[in-house]
């Protein structure tokens, strides 16, 4: 039951990530006619929507009001929120600007970045190896700044950021992962619903009611962010961290291959050395993971 269940588990991130690497991607990209503000209201409606059918289908409410009844939980999910959505803009602001390569840059950045932020907050002990890669990072980054300034992966390194302190934050506030995705939309939400506002009294709206089809595929945006997170954390919870670890380096490998090949983004030489280095780092973190787990 045990290995069904690590099996179950690994199948379930694999499809969460790929889901990440690949399908998000290609309808985030595709919707990206819209523009980048109404997809990210898009995402932050159609995501608190979803989150509170699931809330009610799996009867968690009572997780939600004894979560909102603690003053100093709400006030770290507050943060969160900011950050999650700070990384669901900046990401979609790649896709409807052709930085997919420098977005995948900090997905694989994010994992090595995680380590390096427990250690500095969370006093985790790092192994040689593991200091290694954050070093190897490090230098990468330091690397695109003589050499080209320019050439620095900005989207990357904010998405690398966001979702590394968001982690950080949810590591300590430490709630249902789904409940405190819901609070964290309904502080968005406000935000949302006023600015698609102002987008519709100034007629910028793609969303319209004379336009069935195209409101569907904008209402997508909420299933197409809640589905993949749903199988990656059921697949964290039966097969663990260290496994999950190494499977996530699906999404931004795939995040690279389509930017490259199906979208033909520019690839500088410069963003190639610093490329080779942050996978020279990823392949010693995966391995000792690997080792360790």
Wanted: with cysteine; net charge positive.
């Amino acid at each position: 039951m045990k290995n069904k269940n690590f099996n179950k588990g690994i199948t379930l991130t694999a499809l969460g990530s790929f889901w990440w690497g690949v399908i998000g991607v290609i309808y985030f990209k595709y919707i990206s006619f819209a523009g980048s503000i109404e997809v990210v209201i898009h995402r932050c409606v159609w995501t608190s929507v979803i989150l509170i059918i699931s809330t009610f289908y799996y009867s968690k409410w009572n997780i939600f009001f004894n979560i909102i009844s603690s003053m100093e939980k709400l006030i770290w999910l507050f943060f969160s929120s900011l950050l999650i959505f700070i990384n669901w803009a900046t990401w979609i602001y790649a896709l409807g600007n052709n930085k997919i390569i420098d977005a995948s840059f900090g997905y694989f950045v994010m994992p090595i970045l995680s380590v390096f932020l427990g250690y500095i907050f969370y006093k985790e002990k790092i192994n040689k190896r593991r200091g290694f890669s954050i070093l190897l990072v490090l230098i990468s980054i330091l690397f695109l700044f003589i050499v080209s300034f320019d050439s620095i992966p900005w989207v990357g390194i904010i998405v690398a950021l966001s979702w590394g302190f968001y982690n950080l934050l949810r590591k300590k506030v430490n709630v249902d992962t789904n409940v405190g995705l819901l609070i964290e939309s309904l502080f968005i939400l406000p935000f949302a619903l006023f600015s698609f506002y102002i987008i519709f009294q100034n007629n910028l709206n793609d969303f319209s009611l004379s336009n069935p089809s195209l409101m569907l595929l904008l209402m997508l945006a909420g299933p197409m962010t809640v589905i993949p997170l749903f199988l990656y954390v059921r697949g964290v919870e039966l097969c663990g961290l260290g496994p999950t670890g190494m499977i996530f380096y699906i999404t931004p490998t795939f995040q690279f291959l389509l930017g490259f090949f199906y979208y033909n983004e520019e690839f500088s030489t410069e963003k190639s050395l610093s490329f080779i280095l942050i996978w020279i780092a990823v392949i010693i973190y995966l391995k000792d993971l690997y080792e360790n787990n």
